[in-house]
């Protein structure tokens, strides 16, 4: 990742098919998740925040007309001038927190589900990414994004 984006959004919801809300910060905690979301867990550590650039959300509503609603797409932080698909196996900051990248995250049948028909196909390979947190912080809308 060349130079450092910046986040654009947060997102959270409080149960799996909960409409997600957005927030201007959130704590991101080690090995367990971010306060609030649905994917909180003390116990698990890999699926602990998700995040998604603008620019691919930009680019499905050019290329395919599917304009998703801001959370829409179900992740956590929404990006700006951040490749995520490189991130895959780096140690990032995220605000106040350190994160490592796990793997890409693909759209599912379920997030098509609460959208529209086509949001599935429009998101291959630039869903976002899946990641760990390493180190605990703080993180808000606005914050930097760089690679470590």
Sequence with gaps: MNGTGEIEAIHVADESA???KGVEAVEAVAG???LGDRHFDPDTSGDDITL???EALDAIEEEAEIALEPGAHR???T???AALNHLVGERFRVGEA???GVELCEPCSHLESLTEKGTLSALVHRGGLR???VESGEIHVGDGIEQL
Excluded: Q
């Design 32 to 34: 367990s998740g971010l």
């Design 52 to 54: 998604i650039e603008a």
């Design 75 to 77: 992740r956590n932080v």
């Design 131 to 133: 990641a760990s947190i």
């Design 98 to 100: 350190v994160c490592e």
């Design 79 to 81: 990006t700006r001038n």
């Design 18 to 20: 909960a409409e997600t």
